[in-house]
């Protein structure tokens, strides 16, 4: 069964630092996506990426947000200065149609301390 | 802002019971997927469903999305205890390369 799979699963930052989290999406899929899950909360989109570039964000892929396929097989997600409250767990996902067929990875548990 | 709620939020019942979890929204979605999370790690898709009044089923379990496409849920037969985790729903408005938009849960316990 292909895989996405996240690296690294726990990320420990202090608040101001830059990390990058990493995703290698199923290889035949052509679109990407992020999502995060705060505590207690619900799954939250934050972004897509198609034909290298990115399709939507939402109101939380602020500034300080961005993301890259540097080599056709990794994503990454850029946090460029933590705050406290960027502290959940963030999700990778890609899919082969962009709809209806979605695989999730396990996830990196980011704290900002 | 599409909203999607689950009901119960938190369900606990005997093994062998039968169970039904609804996801509820004013908006129509093209797609409506349920989800099972494990803690600690990333939602796993059991089902997607586009068609209204579409029925899938998987074992002992039964999905269906409402025939306005604004609704969905998730029937389980015989609850065993290996059903126990949080179910998602998850919805998508648009076909192609669409964000999901996730409902709020149901954590589903099963007692032996």
């Known amino acids: 069964e292909p895989e996405v799979t996240q690296t690294p699963s726990h990320q420990v930052t202090q608040m101001g630092q830059e990390v990058i989290l990493r995703c290698v999406p199923i290889s035949n899929h052509l679109y990407f996506y992020w999502y995060r899950q705060i505590l207690g909360q619900k799954v939250e989109f934050l972004v897509s990426f198609y034909n290298n570039e990115i399709s939507e964000k939402s109101e939380i892929f602020d500034d300080q947000f961005s993301v890259e396929r540097p080599d056709g097989s990794n994503f990454t997600l850029k946090i460029r200065s933590t705050k406290l409250e960027d502290s959940a767990m963030y999700f990778c996902?890609?899919?082969?149609?962009?709809?209806?067929?979605?695989?999730f990875g396990s996830g990196t548990r980011l704290t900002v301390v | 802002t599409q909203l999607l709620e689950q009901s119960p939020q938190f369900l606990s019942i005997q093994e062998g019971e039968n169970l039904t979890v609804y996801c509820n929204s004013s908006s129509v979605f093209s797609s409506l997927q349920w989800y099972r999370q494990e803690p600690g790690e990333g939602p796993v898709l059991l089902v997607t469903?586009?068609?209204?009044?579409e029925v899938k089923k998987l074992k002992r379990l039964t999905f269906q999305f409402g025939d306005a496409r604004k609704d969905s849920s998730l029937h389980i037969t015989a609850a065993q205890p290996g059903d126990t985790g949080l179910y998602l729903c998850a919805g998508a408005i648009h076909f192609g390369n669409e964000k999901l938009t996730f409902g709020t849960g149901t954590r589903l316990t099963i007692i032996p």
């Open positions: 996902a890609s899919s082969a149609d962009g709809s209806q067929s979605y695989t």
């Open positions: 469903v586009v068609t209204g009044g």
